[in-house]
């Protein structure tokens, strides 16, 4: 298989973690003999920096015309400090994602047996737990109507939703749950939010097209209480953006980082594969961010596109990693890896997967792994 990949690494770590998921893909690409082209692209703080827009044309463009884009982070300091900034990096991939039509962001929840005692949560609690995520991305108050008045006194954020918006992602996430545990939770607001009696309806109205699927509400307060509650009773949730945005984050505690979380945002025609973080200034340029959730991203990606025995290699991999503790400070605090080491590990696998002699466990874990 030939694909042309646009490559955004965007700011922060997100420059560091994507080269870790080329690596991945390049050592797919010899050893099942596809061909993967990358082509860079500036989006967010970057941009703006050396174009004066967090979008450009020329970066649009590209993602326009690429069978998918691989993204790594946005975001910087001078402008999260900075309320008044006109011209924010968000500000490019919230455009990127309506331009490509990307409504369904898809994020797997799954602790690895190895990281449980990472989380802060009590094992009994996580173990066992895996469930994805569906987060509607075009619509709700993030692109609804935005006001200020001339005093900076008084502001406004219209949430909106169409039935064709909520029916679009209600079947792909029906869909999932039928190829899974058969159950699909739709969270939202509905005592309170139009827009969420709105979903509600919706819902039930597909639900009637997924009769094996069992079909349960619950409130985005009750929901979050849950998820650390009681997680392993989701198999899907369904929710609208700004609600998916929060339960997504607030759910990486249950892996024990959020350097492990991947995503899938999914349009008609396009797609896009990022990992959950952020941008993380503060390890920029440190060789300590978590690449894993971007070298995961990569294998959604192969995914996407059928090559699911190539990407289950990349989750072997990660997982190998994981057992032989060649993770990150953000897994493991005296951890003597880093970014680049975790990356060359997993590609190495990839390439010599069949030969385990050739990961060695003592060498790994005084520092003489298999990085070449």
Not at 38 to 61: R, S, V, Y
Not at 187 to 207: I, M
Not at 314 to 343: P, R, W
Request: proline share 4%; with cysteine.
């Amino acid at each position: 298989m030939n694909l042309k990949i646009a490559v955004l690494p965007g700011d922060g770590i997100g420059p560091e973690v994507i080269l870790q998921a080329k690596k991945a893909l390049y050592a797919i690409g010899e050893v099942y003999n596809h061909e993967f082209v990358f082509e860079e692209a500036l989006m967010g703080a970057i941009a703006i920096d050396k174009t004066g827009n967090p979008l450009p044309e020329q970066t649009l463009n590209l993602c326009l015309n690429t069978d998918a884009v691989l993204f790594g982070a946005i975001g910087d300091p001078k402008y999260d400090n900075n309320p008044s900034a006109k011209v924010r990096p968000e500000q490019g991939l919230l455009k990127l994602r309506k331009e490509l039509g990307l409504f369904a962001n898809i994020r797997p929840i799954k602790p690895y047996k190895a990281l449980i005692d990472a989380s802060p949560l009590k094992r009994e609690i996580i173990d066992g737990a895996d469930f994805t995520i569906f987060r509607e991305l075009t619509g709700g108050a993030y692109f609804g109507k935005k006001t200020l008045n001339e005093e900076g006194t008084h502001a406004s954020d219209l949430c909106e939703y169409s039935e064709e918006e909520i029916t679009r992602i209600a079947h792909l996430a029906f869909k999932s749950a039928q190829n899974r545990r058969k159950k699909l939770t739709m969270v939202d607001k509905a005592n309170v939010l139009e827009t969420s009696r709105l979903w509600r309806k919706v819902v039930k109205d597909v639900s009637v097209n997924y009769p094996d699927v069992a079909l349960d509400f619950l409130f985005v307060d009750n929901a979050a209480m849950q998820l650390i509650l009681n997680p392993k009773q989701f198999d899907v949730i369904l929710t609208e953006n700004l609600f998916g945005d929060i339960l997504s984050d607030e759910a990486s505690v249950i892996t024990g980082s959020i350097g492990l979380l991947a995503s899938a945002s999914l349009g008609e025609k396009n797609a896009l594969f990022e990992p959950i973080h952020g941008s993380y200034p503060q390890a920029k340029g440190k060789n300590i961010a978590n690449p894993i959730a971007s070298i995961l991203s990569a294998a959604m990606l192969l995914e996407h596109f059928g090559l699911f025995e190539e990407a289950s290699v990349i989750y072997k991999g990660v997982e190998k990693a994981i057992e032989y503790e060649v993770v990150t400070v953000d897994l493991k605090a005296d951890s003597k890896f880093g970014t680049n080491e975790v990356g060359e590990f997993v590609s190495n696998f990839i390439f010599s997967k069949d030969d385990l002699l050739y990961f060695n466990n003592d060498n790994v874990h005084i520092g003489q792994s298999t990085i070449v």
